[in-house]
């Protein structure tokens, strides 16, 4: 049942969100998986693996600032575009509806610390 | 912000008749219909409450079982997600999926006695889901997808509220607390209560005599019908695009065609809808060159006359009581789920973070009903405006030409063709739409085009 299937299909490799580039929405994933990396001196890092119900791409919304980094499909995924305009007008009448997106980042930095102390530990042996 | 409820501190009296018009541990709570806008305030009031860590206990009275096919579980609707509510939901934590919704919709035809022209959405994306209410149709051979009303009924029972399939006979209040009597004889006192109820139910009657100051909205007539067409044949005349109509019928102010998994819905609105209209519109040679060859207007699968709200109800709350969605204030016309999900989050937010007093919802609850109810009234200039364009010939003209021609700018330079969009598919607020209109671009474009139609006619 791929009739009812919304949002965009992304095939495998394919970039859906460039870093260094302008950014005016967020994606939601709405089936497979995407990668997150950062490229340095030509070198791809990867951040993270993102899956179903994850939230990509957040920071456009809330800074005006280029993409931080590389977003591309890991195998078939379908995304969902959430546009900024739409969304900041709904988070003004609504301010529970970033909720989660707070929920999300407030993880996402959880994890970070984690790995901000893992490499200090590992800088300090 | 601080709380209002703060400045009670400083007159105990008045706190303590506050504090009793609060939710708290224990609190039990009534919703009577199940349609989105109980699921919804049932889900979203049982999610923040556990955000805070408040034990509460929601039961929701629907005799209908979504299971079943028309009309036992049908909710009488066009069944259209809104690109607004369909991102809203996902970043909301609701992503719908395809076993619900029923075809994504990427694009509109617009078809008028002049021509078509096809608009596709800005990204290309489906970000429009067709659903059904029900199970669909009443001659279905085969359950594929899920009623919509059904999914968002089951979101609200895994958060934990109660369903109860009994039809409510008698609503009264008991020492000020609202009481539910249902067909079986069953009756249950609560804490508070949520009217979620259509305004084509019987059941909205028991609260016009309540003496709360509540008055049902006004409504009007609508039709609605199904057509079994089978998937491919839909893939291959009617596409994912919703198919709308701008034609000079008298009566008529707007049709839409709705492809769906294996069916489509006919969708009509206008003045006095009778079956001669109907006949007129279906019989129409736009509609006939959009349906496949050998399509037959009279076989029909399902076909209803319901009544929408168009003009929201009066008080839609008082003390431990508020309505949300269709027995409340609802969208003119268009995105009248998205209404009823803004409505019951606005009520449950209220619920759970300032009260259930009439002082309350006045204060928090009704600002949401407002800015429905004033932007209905935009709505209804834009329609005016709509219909004025459906009855001349050389307006439907420039309006075509100014579309056609858009089609191969940039998205933010396709001032007609978003207009165009927003109003059919109810993807923004009635107020952006007419401000987009008066737009020096809109209008020099959409002058000089019917200029030029008027020098052709």
């Known amino acids: 049942m791929t009739e009812g ?42 951040l993270e693996l993102l899956g179903e119900g994850e939230i990509v791409g957040e920071m456009a919304i809330f800074e005006n600032e280029v993409r931080s980094a590389t977003v591309r499909a890991s195998g078939q995924a379908r995304l969902l575009t959430v546009d ?36 200090k530990w590992a800088g300090n042996q | 912000m601080d709380s209002p409820r703060i400045s009670y501190n400083d007159f105990p009296e008045q706190d303590e008749k506050r504090k009793r018009l609060v939710l708290d541990n224990g609190s039990k709570i009534a919703v009577v219909g199940s349609g989105p806008a109980g699921s919804f305030f049932s889900y979203y009031l049982l999610d ?38 369909v991102q809203t939901l996902a970043a909301d934590g609701i992503n719908l999926p395809p076993t619900v919704v029923q075809r994504g919709i990427d694009s509109y035809y617009m078809h008028m006695d002049v021509g078509d022209v096809r608009i596709e959405t800005p990204l290309k994306e ?67 209560l949520a009217v979620a109820v259509g305004v084509n139910s019987p059941v909205l009657n028991l609260f016009n005599g309540l003496d709360i100051g509540y008055h049902s909205p006004e409504t009007t007539k609508t039709f609605i019908c199904e057509y079994y067409l089978g998937s491919e044949t839909i893939e291959k005349y009617l596409g994912s695009s919703m198919h709308v109509f701008l034609l000079n019928i008298p009566r008529l102010e707007f049709a839409a065609i709705i492809p769906k998994g294996d069916y489509a819905t006919v969708c009509m609105l206008g003045e006095n809808i009778d079956d001669d209209l109907v006949k007129a519109f279906l019989d129409s040679p736009e509609v006939r060159a959009t ?21 929201g ?34 009520a449950a937010s209220t619920a759970i973070f300032q009260g259930i007093s009439i002082d309350d919802f006045r204060q928090y609850y009704m600002p949401a009903c407002k800015t429905i109810n004033s932007d209905n009234a935009i709505g209804k200039l834009s329609f ?64 000089k085009n019917i200029a030029s139609s008027l020098g052709r006619e």
Not at chain 2, 129 to 154: C, M
Not at chain 2, 392 to 420: H, N, P, W
């Open chain 1, 5 to 46: 299937a919304l949002g965009r299909v992304y095939q495998d490799g394919e970039v859906i969100i460039y870093q260094g580039e302008v950014g005016n929405c967020m994606y939601i994933i709405q089936e497979g998986q995407v990668e997150v990396f950062v490229e340095k001196e030509g070198q791809e890092i990867r």
């Open chain 1, 84 to 119: 900024k305009r739409n969304f900041l007008r709904r988070v003004h009448e609504d301010p529970s509806l970033a909720y989660r997106i707070v929920q999300s980042m407030s993880h996402r930095i959880r994890e970070m610390n984690k790995e901000v102390a893992r490499l």
């Open chain 2, 48 to 85: 923040m409450a556990e955000r805070l860590g408040l034990d509460i206990y929601v039961d929701i009275y629907e005799p209908r079982d979504f299971s079943h096919t028309a009309p036992k579980g049908c909710n009488m609707c066009g069944g259209i997600v809104s690109e607004t509510l």
């Open chain 2, 126 to 192: 489906k970000r429009i889901g067709a659903v059904t209410r029900g199970s669909g149709p009443r001659d279905i051979k085969e359950i594929k997808w899920e009623s919509f009303d059904g999914y968002l009924q089951k979101l609200a029972t895994a958060k934990g509220a109660n369903l109860i399939n009994e039809r409510v006979t008698t609503v009264s209040f008991n020492q000020g607390r609202p009481r539910i009597k249902t067909r079986h004889g069953s009756s249950r006192t609560y804490d508070m």
């Open chain 2, 291 to 311: 349906m496949p060859l050998g399509w037959q207007a009279e076989k029909r699968s399902c076909w209803c006359f319901p009544r929408i709200n168009v003009k």
């Open chain 2, 313 to 346: 109800a009066q008080q839609p709350y008082s003390d431990r009581i508020v309505f949300i969605g269709d027995c409340g204030v609802t969208r003119l016309y268009k995105d009248g789920i998205g209404a009823a999900y803004r409505t019951a989050k606005a």
């Open chain 2, 384 to 447: 005016f405006f709509t219909s004025q364009i459906q009855k001349y010939r050389f307006a439907r003209r420039g309006l075509l030409k100014m579309t056609i021609e858009e089609q191969d700018l940039k998205g933010s330079k396709r001032c007609m063709s978003t207009v165009l969009w927003d109003m059919f598919t109810g993807s923004a607020p009635y107020r952006d739409i007419f401000l987009s209109t008066l737009h020096p671009a809109f209008l020099s474009g959409f002058l």
